[in-house]
């Protein structure tokens, strides 16, 4: 158990809709990511959330947004969703300090369009 | 840019084996750190064994050890006395220091522990 929680687990939206995923970050921890994971690939960056503002993005499009609440909690909004953003979401929350640390994550959501 | 390559898509080990799963890695940063993660087929990712680029010393976690040689630009994992639960799918990443939090994940190795 990382201390890190992802809703839904599995979610079903057609071509168009929106979506919206949440991830409850460990205790203590400022820093959240997102990844997204298509079947067979390794994850790939979204962006990272650190202290409620945006701290870097990857190569997606504004369509893809997030946010971070004052309780450290956060979500990814997916617009006009297409059938390439079929595939596992990762929220990944850490601790921001000079050095590395360890990033703990969620059991991701599956998102499948239709 | 960073960049992860693992060039194992799939192995097959038997069980109470030693196994080597591969990575190198490039980045002009000086400083960074290398991770290896866990993802059964449920889906999290399971932290497993972490180094950084200066340290001296080769990472070591119960029966995972981390092969660092840095001329080399290879983080190779070393899976001691394999179970059958180890099969899984494996994920060499690395993560800049100094930086933000992002992680640069290879395209992973499937492990299968066979009995």
């Known amino acids: 158990e990382t201390g890190v929680t992802q809703s839904p687990t599995h979610l079903i939206k057609t071509r168009g809709q929106q979506v919206t995923l949440r991830c409850s970050s460990q205790?203590?921890?400022?820093?959240v990511s997102w990844y997204q994971q298509a079947l067979g690939q390794g994850p790939q960056f979204i962006f990272q959330?650190?202290?409620?503002?945006?701290?870097g993005r990857g190569n997606f499009p504004p369509r893809f947004s997030g946010l971070q609440f004052p309780n450290y909690s956060s979500e990814l909004n997916v617009n006009a969703l297409e059938l390439d953003d079929s595939a596992l979401y990762l929220c990944?929350?850490?601790?921001?300090?000079?050095?590395?640390?360890?990033?703990?994550f969620g059991q991701g959501t599956r998102l499948t369009v239709v | 840019a960073q960049k992860i390559t693992q060039t194992q898509p799939g192995m097959f080990v038997q069980e109470k084996e030693a196994v080597t799963l591969d990575c190198t890695y490039d980045?002009?940063?000086?400083?960074?750190?290398l991770f290896w993660y866990k993802q059964p087929s449920s889906g999290e990712m399971i932290f497993l064994i972490y180094?950084?680029?200066?340290?001296?010393q080769n990472a070591t976690e119960g029966r995972y050890s981390l092969n660092f040689q840095k001329a080399r630009k290879s983080a190779n994992l070393v899976i001691s006395a394999s179970q059958l639960g180890d099969s899984a799918m494996y994920f060499c990443?690395?993560?800049?220091?100094?930086?933000?939090?992002?992680?640069?994940f290879g395209t992973g190795t499937r492990l299968t522990i066979i009995p």
């Open positions: 990944a929350s850490s601790v921001k300090t000079d050095e590395n640390t360890e990033a703990f």
């Open positions: 205790s203590g921890h400022n820093t």
């Open positions: 959330y650190y202290r409620e503002e945006e701290n």
């Open positions: 980045t002009s940063d000086p400083s960074y750190g």
């Open positions: 180094q950084g680029s200066y340290d001296q």
């Open positions: 990443a690395m993560r800049q220091n100094f930086g933000n939090e992002k992680l640069t």
